[in-house]
């Protein structure tokens, strides 16, 4: 896997949202709610190749190899567990978020998927300076977990999760990067305009009153 290459500021790639600043959310955002539906972006294989893809964890000739296992029962298989493991990650995500401990069987799993799927290390001499970037070699549909599982066990570990969570308007999750660490919305296109709009409306009918 070649480093995660550096990607226009946009909330939508090739279908996808990217709003989570880390990788495990913008995993769980792929199944967001749209005119009040929950809408499944990984609606077959060859999405959750494009959406690896997306997030710049395959190149072009990795997605090219795994696109030939695509009707495969092993992709089927592989893209039904990645489901499931999306979905036992928001509820620990949504849980870890309010305060409560990384369930054992949580850490266990994701032990066990990283021990199966390693995440490796490797010498990139892009530029000047070489440094160490994360790599894994996806022969088959199942390798695919490994930068995921190596992301959600980072996240638990590393991140801070006072500036982890969901957004107030809709059911996206996102890592507050912002200096203050205040912010409450996924993104401003999406739902951070909206909120400003429905503030300022309040603004001017408060105004109304008083006057």
């Known amino acids: 896997m070649k480093q995660r290459r550096k990607i226009p500021d946009s909330d ?13 959310l913008d995993f769980l955002n792929t199944r967001p709610i749209q005119n009040g539906e929950a809408r ?11 959406w690896f893809q997306a997030a710049g964890l395959l190149s072009t ?19 039904e567990a ?9 509820k620990e995500v949504l849980a870890w978020e309010g305060g409560a ?13 990283m021990a199966v799927h390693p995440m490796l290390s ?11 970037g994360p790599w894994f070699e996806p022969f088959l549909p199942e390798d695919l977990f490994a930068p995921l599982a190596h992301s959600a066990a ?8 006072n500036r982890v969570r969901k957004c107030g308007q809709c059911v996206l999750h996102f890592y507050d990067t912002s200096k203050k660490g205040t912010r409450r919305w996924c993104s401003m296109q999406l739902c951070g305009n909206r ?11 408060l105004n109304a009153n008083e006057g």
């Open 195 to 205: 909120l400003k709009v429905a503030a300022y409306a309040a603004r001017q009918r």
């Open 12 to 24: 939508w790639r090739d279908g996808f949202l990217f709003v989570g600043n880390h990788l495990a």
């Open 154 to 161: 980072k996240l638990f570990a590393e991140a801070d999760r």
């Open 122 to 132: 490797k010498l990139e001499a892009t530029g000047n300076v070489p440094f160490m």
């Open 61 to 79: 000739r990795e997605m090219a190899n795994l696109q030939l296992q695509g009707e495969s029962v092993t992709a089927r298989r592989a893209l």
């Open 101 to 113: 401990h990384v369930h054992r069987s949580t850490v266990e799993e994701l032990n066990q998927l």
């Open 40 to 50: 499944e972006l990984l609606s077959d294989f060859g999405a959750l190749l494009r």
């Open 82 to 90: 990645m489901r499931r493991f999306r979905e036992k990650l928001r």
